[in-house]
């Protein structure tokens, strides 16, 4: 009787041994036959070869590649010697012994000291790298530079991710009181507008950090600052506070670019240490440097949040806090610190139960587990797969089931930020804090999942994009930006140093001479003994020094609406439409025309062309005259056509013998009458390939208010606008063009959010 073999079950575990032996005579009969066809010879056929190692078959060089591949030194063969000479192994293979390390503290160096990224090897296959601030940096995609329109559709369609570990943080502490009064010392504003909830820990805030010496000291850089939340355990206890004296014992991360964390430290330990001098009754507050311990990744882009519920899955007791924040993400607030503990986004399966004694992030000096080793998953998904096809033995004990050292771990405790949003709103900002052993177990998952890497190049596009300042590339108060623009300069003149004399271009100072804002409307009475301007510049990061800076020069009256006291766009219409307004402001004309301030203050604007132009990094912003605006504003569809002449613009700028440029006066009256006055430079030019392309950049407030005061004076009311006109012209060109310029803290309160 014939069997139904729909009826048969297949054995729920096939033994691989038991199989083959059962099929030994079919694969002896198979052997013989081919080596019969071959005359046993199984040889590769010489033309269907591929250059590979195994050409070269001598046995001494093999045996010698192989002590080489595994560290063994050659032996010394001669009989009389006693010694045996040792030999490093070649550079490769130390290479790559080093660049797969995962040292629980510190970054890795290369051979004169400058640091290396987690991420080093992965960047370097795909990135320009360039050294930066002590780092080997991605500078972007290989390349001319260009790429900003596929920029901007991974921003509007996807998500990019940078790696920002050069970023590091200083830990304050102490009581809480004598923390504050170490911050109202060194950071300005202080304190935030929403004080309450920064000192709670659930939201972040910004500032700048200056020295401590005096109240209007040099400033050092834009900084980011946290406290530790709040928190007590089950029983009521107090978990991580503790009480000294009635005061409450709190820690406080400041987040620090690479570029001044040194002199940022430095500052911040004087004053620490100067404040224990000054009052013996106030307890030390301790000053420690986190450098190394933390890494720091970005993730931006319309579907970055979708990216990171993808990725990021905490463990049970909070997994329904994060999906609540990313699926309701425009009511989570800007600036919200959301602290985590997050499976490893590695492992194919997630545990929700964990160890309750793990270490959180903010006790880094306790000591951080590592993650779980790559090879150790590898054998692991390995396992699983064998096990999907039955081809393990289960009543076999588990000896071959891989182990993981007891330093390791598979959750990861992260702090993630919640940034203020791009420019329409629709691209979101999210910033991952986390060991610095977990950089790459998290970077391998985004860039898998769809997440496009950038470097250095794509970040300032996006920050321009964006309308946020980039550091230090836009604040030239500090004295990394001097440093940056020396740098970029010295690689440029390097690049034009190996071109004929007759393709070489003509020179421009990339760092901008900002003194020359001074001549303009005859503000220095000696054009020629310009004031030093690293002592005299204020640059305004918000409503408060910008309305500090008018009481100071008592004109508090001038055309300038600081965000604090118009926070409403509708009391600005009504002042804008106010036929008396002009008779309240003072006459600017006179106070610049007799030389009186002494200093020059700048703040963020914001440039849109007027119908045509493309608006360069570094380029000038010119004061118009209302001829000129006439000029484009007529209807007319002729082509404007502003230029000086061609000698004026190659000798506009002069380098002087100490390496520093000074503005050259024209005093032909042709190129004088040509001649517009800077008020300011472009700091961010265009990105090309945007829809609505803004560049920014820095100029003198007063000189803004006296352009507007002109403008104001000679339209009708209906015609008034709260945009200032102003000329542009980029350093190697000779055309002036028409842009619309808006002052950014008119628009907002605070200037300090930075990429």
């Not at 000291?113 to 991605?138: C, D, N, Q, S």
């Not at 203020?420 to 052993?437: A, E, G, V």
């Not at 918000?542 to 300038?560: K, P, V, Y």
């Not at 842009?739 to 628009?747: C, G, M, N, P, T």
């Amino acid at each position: 009787m014939a069997t139904d073999r729909s009826k048969i079950i297949p054995p729920p575990d096939l033994v691989v041994q038991k199989f083959t032996e059962s099929r030994a005579p079919e694969l002896e009969s198979l052997y013989s036959t081919i080596a019969t066809r071959l005359n046993n010879n199984f040889k590769s056929q010489r033309n269907k070869r591929r250059r590979t190692t195994s050409y070269d078959n001598q046995a001494s060089k093999t045996r010698f590649r192989k002590k080489q591949k595994f560290g063994v030194s050659n032996q010394n063969n001669d009989v009389n010697s006693e010694k045996q000479v040792k030999k490093a192994p070649p550079r490769h293979i130390r290479r790559r012994k080093e660049l797969n390390e995962n040292p629980k503290n510190g970054f890795c160096t290369s051979g004169n000291g400058t640091k290396r990224l987690r991420t080093h090897v992965w960047y370097a296959k795909r990135f320009t790298m360039i050294t930066r601030w002590g780092f080997h940096l991605p500078l972007g995609l290989h390349g001319r530079g260009r790429g900003s329109r596929a920029l901007l559709k991974w921003l509007k369609n996807g998500t990019v991710v940078h790696d920002a570990s050069y970023y590091s943080a200083v830990q304050l502490e102490g009581s809480q009181d004598s923390i504050l009064s170490i911050l109202s010392i060194v950071m300005s504003p202080f304190p935030p507008s929403d004080a309450e909830n920064v000192i709670s820990g659930g939201i972040y805030a910004t500032s700048m950090l200056h020295h401590s010496e005096t109240p209007n000291s040099h400033t050092i850089a834009p900084v980011i600052y946290m406290w530790r939340p709040n928190q007590k355990s089950i029983d009521e206890s107090e978990d991580h506070l503790k009480v000294n004296k009635g005061q409450t014992f709190r820690q406080l991360w400041i987040w620090i670019h690479a570029a001044a964390l040194t002199e940022a430290y430095n500052a911040l330990k004087n004053a620490c240490e100067s404040q224990g001098k000054v009052n013996e009754d106030v307890d030390l507050v301790k000053c420690i440097s986190l450098e190394g311990q933390f890494g720091t990744l970005e993730v931006m882009g319309s579907k970055a949040s979708h990216l990171l519920h993808k990725i990021l899955n905490p463990v049970s007791i909070m997994s329904s806090r994060i999906t609540s924040i990313m699926e309701n993400e425009d009511d989570t607030s800007c600036c919200e610190v959301i602290p985590l503990v997050v499976n490893d986004p590695r492992v194919l399966t997630n545990n929700t139960e964990f160890d309750s004694s793990y270490t959180e992030l903010w006790d880094a000096n306790k000591g951080l587990f590592s993650p779980v080793e790559e090879s150790v998953l590898c054998m692991e998904k390995h396992h699983q797969r064998l096990l999907s096809f039955c081809l393990t033995n289960k009543t076999s004990n588990d000896n071959n089931t891989p182990t993981t050292k007891m330093e390791s771990s598979r959750f990861c405790p992260i702090i993630l930020l919640k940034r203020n949003n791009l420019k329409d709103h629709s691209i979101t900002r999210w910033t991952i804090i986390l060991p610095l052993t977990w950089v790459k177990a998290f970077w391998i998952p985004l860039i898998s999942n769809g997440a496009q890497a950038i470097g250095l190049r794509e970040r300032s596009w996006v920050s321009c994009e964006a309308g946020i300042p980039n550091f230090p590339s836009e604040f030239p108060e500090c004295d990394p930006y001097t440093s940056l623009k020396e740098a970029e300069a010295s690689t440029i003149d390097e690049q034009a140093s190996l071109r004929p004399v007759s393709m070489k271009p003509f020179d421009i100072p990339i760092l901008p001479p900002w003194n020359c804002i001074q001549l303009a409307y005859g503000s220095n009475p000696n054009p020629n003994e310009p004031i030093p301007l690293q002592s005299n510049m204020v640059v305004a990061r918000s409503a408060r020094m910008l309305t500090g800076f008018l009481n100071t020069i008592n004109d508090n009256h001038l055309l300038l609406f600081p965000h604090d006291k118009i926070k409403n766009t509708s009391i600005l219409s009504k002042i804008i439409k106010d036929e008396k307004i002009l008779d309240q402001v003072p006459n600017t004309s006179t106070f610049l025309e007799n030389g009186s301030r002494k200093k020059l203050c700048f703040v963020r604007v914001v440039l849109r062309a007027y119908k045509e132009g493309v608006i360069e990094d570094g380029a000038l912003v010119c004061a118009p005259s209302m001829d000129d605006i006439k000029l484009w504003t007529s209807g007319s569809n002729k082509k404007v056509d502003l230029q000086i002449p061609q000698s004026v613009m190659a000798n506009y700028f002069v380098k002087e013998d100490s390496g520093k440029w000074k503005l050259q006066v024209p005093e032909d009256p042709a190129a004088m009458e040509s001649n517009r006055w800077p008020i300011g430079f472009v700091t961010s030019g265009f990105v090309r390939g945007s829809k609505k392309p803004v560049a920014g950049g820095l100029c003198d407030a007063v000189l803004l208010a006296h352009i507007r005061h002109e403008q104001w004076s000679c339209v009708s009311l209906k015609k008034r606008k709260k945009e200032v006109y102003v000329l542009t012209r980029n350093l190697r060109s000779t055309s002036y063009r028409l842009a619309l310029l808006s002052i950014v803290l008119e628009q907002q309160e605070e200037d300090l959010d930075h990429i």
